[in-house]
C-alpha cells in the first residue's frame, strides 16, 4: 500500500507558499483591481448621465410636441408657459413661452432634480429646447 507523502522540493523544504507568498500576491491583486474598479464606476457615472439626458431630451420634444397641437386646435391664445413640472421619478420640465400674437418662441428645459425639493434648479437642467410656432389662420 503506498504512503503519503508530502512532496517537497530539491532542497529538502516541503513544496507550496508560504504565508507571506500568498499575502504579496493578494496584495498585488488588490493593487491591480483598483483602477480596474474605478473605470467600471465611471463607466456607470457615465452611463446614468446619458440615460438622464436622454429622458429629459424626450420629455422636452414631448411638451414642444403638445404644444404643437394645441397651436393646430387653435387654442394659440391660452397660457402656455409651466413651471418645473413633474413628470415623474425625479424629472422636471420647464416650458416658458413669448407672447406674440402669431409666432411664439417655446423654450422647453427639462432635467433630473438631484436635490429633491421638487423644483428644476438651472443646475439641474440637462437638456433645452428652442422652437417657433406659429399660429395657423
Not at 101 to 110: D, I, K, N, Q, W
Request: charged letters at 25%; a neutral charge; proline letters at 3%.
Amino acid at each position: 500500500m503506498p504512503r503519503n507523502r508530502i512532496k517537497t522540493s530539491r532542497h529538502g523544504q516541503p513544496a507550496g507558499m508560504t504565508f507571506t507568498e500568498v499575502l504579496v500576491a493578494a496584495a498585488l491583486l488588490a493593487f491591480a483591481m483598483v483602477p480596474i474598479l474605478r473605470a467600471m464606476t465611471g463607466n456607470h457615472l457615465f452611463a446614468t448621465q446619458i440615460e438622464r439626458k436622454s429622458t429629459c431630451l424626450l420629455l422636452a420634444q414631448n411638451q414642444i410636441e403638445q404644444l404643437r397641437a394645441r397651436a393646430i386646435e387653435d387654442d394659440f391664445e391660452s397660457p402656455w408657459s409651466v413651471s418645473s413640472a413633474d413628470m415623474g421619478q425625479g424629472y422636471f420640465c420647464t416650458v416658458t413661452v413669448d407672447l406674440d400674437a402669431s409666432l411664439r418662441t417655446v423654450t422647453a428645459e427639462a432635467g433630473f432634480d438631484r436635490d429633491g425639493d421638487r423644483h428644476l434648479d438651472s443646475d439641474e437642467v440637462l437638456i433645452t429646447l428652442r422652437t417657433k410656432i406659429a399660429k395657423l389662420k
